[in-house]
């Protein structure tokens, strides 16, 4: 970590950087809409989330119970925003730019606890934890809210000298005492395994409404090959944002915080203290039965028993300012976005070291659910080349777990379009010869229920399910075939519609083209 500075000594970028320039930025720019009027947390939030999936970020500044907070949703809900708000000309832009970003991190910048904007106030020993947050309630199969959306950072030795950034979702049933879920395989797994033994318990911070790219960052689960324990996750966001991310020292515990956060929960999470997620889970004594928030494979997420987060302190911006939480809704654009991007770029990274220059883009669509697939796209240069994307896939397969399937395309497939994919896995696959299952009774993801039917009439935990492994599917072209392979162009570079029909005409004829129609149009064939 970098010495602290003063504040006058610090850097001023023009580039918005924490959460509050980016709305005022995003305001500016037409891609933010925000209210006035009072938003009830349980359910009204996500109800409108989901109306808008997908679309511009929203703002409510005004909360129901919660007079000095505000909340933002669908941060990340539009790809097109998100580009623009890092300066990424187009989506494999974004990819090549991001795992440039994972290999030439920008070392954070630790500031004085006395100019740290998320300690202007400081609540020591909090009684009551969700006095302080603001817990939501995504559907009304859940019985309980919770809080999802701090980030939590481990810094130091209990990260090999790095950084880490992630989600944790957490449910405050005891005060200053929350359930901390853990993903079996992540790096906090990681971490809380190698001091399970030890006498003192994990100290770390969650942080909310932080930096945006800090935020990407959290979301780069289970890329470890390309981001192992040691890698510099803040530095990395450094990097996405290009300037230092400014952290500074916790007051109650032996860690790290955001600097710009909104609001800090210190802390320590306790491996051995295991407590129910909910009363409902509690009271049976059942893991993985009774429902809590969604999950990202689109599913109802299960209650489990998982370690505690013992709040020491709450720090925050001043309370007359309205500190931001960004209220994150599982199964949505928005927390697919986060969790993608990165995830995206490590398997990139991970394929152009295996072989530089084939891998073309990794896209990882909507409907392949986070963790779940992928799609790469490839170009082969010679016959040599030929292979390499079968190599690829098992790699991807093997290094990421829970990955249940990855597809292989040509450069001549439009690997955003789902109706091009399906369209090529129709007339270019052998169902014979290009299907792949790598790594049968491997580790999976708890959250499939594919997985969790292994566990039989167990409990429905990650000891008790197997993972049957993931497909992977070559869909390329064979090289020397590409004639055969051959798709029409038509000639939409010789004519203009305009030239033709009215603004008027087009605007209306382009209303009725859906699906599949679009990206053929816009690439002529």
């Known amino acids: 970590m970098q010495k602290a500075v003063r504040k006058k000594e ?72 998100i580009n623009k708000m890092f300066g990424w000309k187009d989506d494999a832009d974004r990819t090549r730019k991001l795992a440039h970003a994972i290999t030439h991190p920008i070392k954070p910048q630790e500031i004085l606890q006395s100019v740290a904007p998320c300690q202007e106030v400081v609540i020591k020993d909090p009684k009551d934890v969700n006095e302080f947050m603001v817990p939501i309630r995504h559907t009304t199969y859940e019985p309980e809210a919770t809080v999802g959306s701090g980030i939590r950072c481990v810094t130091g030795d209990y990260f090999e000298g790095g950084s880490d950034l992630g989600y944790n979702r957490m449910n405050f049933r005891w005060g200053n005492v929350g359930t901390f879920q853990i993903s079996p395989g992540s790096h906090m797994w990681q971490v809380v395994n190698k001091h399970y033994k030890d006498d003192q318990p994990v100290p770390i911070t969650m942080c909310f409404g932080v930096p945006p790219a800090c935020t990407l960052l959290a979301g780069a689960a289970f890329g470890y090959a390309i981001m192992p324990q040691g890698c ?10 290009g300037s230092p991310v400014r952290i500074v020292k916790a007051r109650t515990v032996d860690a790290y915080a955001l600097a710009d956060a909104e609001i800090v929960l210190e802390g320590y999470v306790n491996p051995r203290d295991r407590r129910f997620e909910t009363k409902e889970s509690e009271d049976s004594g059942i893991q993985g039965r009774h429902h809590f928030h969604p999950e990202w494979a689109g599913y109802m997420g299960k209650a489990y028993k998982a370690p505690t987060f013992h709040v020491t302190a709450v720090t925050m911006r001043k309370p007359a300012s309205k500190p931001i939480v960004f209220a994150l809704g599982v199964h949505m654009l928005d927390e697919h976005n986060i969790d993608t991007t990165i995830r995206e770029a490590t398997i990139f990274e991970l394929c152009n070291r295996l072989q530089p220059g084939i891998i073309q883009d990794v896209v990882i669509p909507y409907s392949m659910t986070d963790w779940g697939g992928c799609i790469l796209q490839v170009k082969k240069r010679n016959q040599i080349d030929e292979g390499w994307q079968r190599n690829f896939l098992g790699a991807v397969l093997s290094c990421s777990q829970g990955l249940r399937l990855a597809i292989a395309v040509s450069e001549d497939v439009d690997p955003y379009s789902m109706d091009d994919v399906m369209w090529c896995l129709t007339t270019r696959v052998n169902p014979q010869t290009d299907l792949l299952n790598p790594i049968p009774g491997g580790r999976g993801q708890t959250f499939m229920p ?24 070559d869909a390329t072209v064979p090289f020397g075939y590409e004639e055969d392979f051959l798709r029409p162009v038509y000639p939409i570079e010789k004519v203009k519609p305009e030239d033709f029909f009215s603004k008027k005409d087009i605007d209306n004829a382009k209303s009725r083209m859906v699906g599949w129609v679009n990206s053929l149009a816009r690439t002529g064939r």
């Open 232 to 241: 510099d996750e803040v530095g990395i966001a450094g990097a996405v944002q």
């Open 450 to 473: 594919a997985e969790r039917m292994t566990a039989a009439g167990q409990q429905w935990t990650a000891s008790n399910t197997r993972f049957e492994g993931g497909l992977g599917i």
């Open 10 to 81: 610090l850097k001023v970028v023009t580039r918005p950087t924490t959460l509050r320039d980016t709305l005022e930025w995003l305001k500016a720019e037409g891609d933010l809409i925000e209210t006035d009027k009072p938003v009830n947390p349980h359910l009204e939030v996500t109800g409108l989330q989901k109306h808008l999936d997908g679309a511009c970020p929203m703002l409510f500044n005004k909360v129901k119970g919660k007079p000095n907070h505000r909340l933002v949703t669908n941060l990340f809900g539009d790809m097109n925003v």
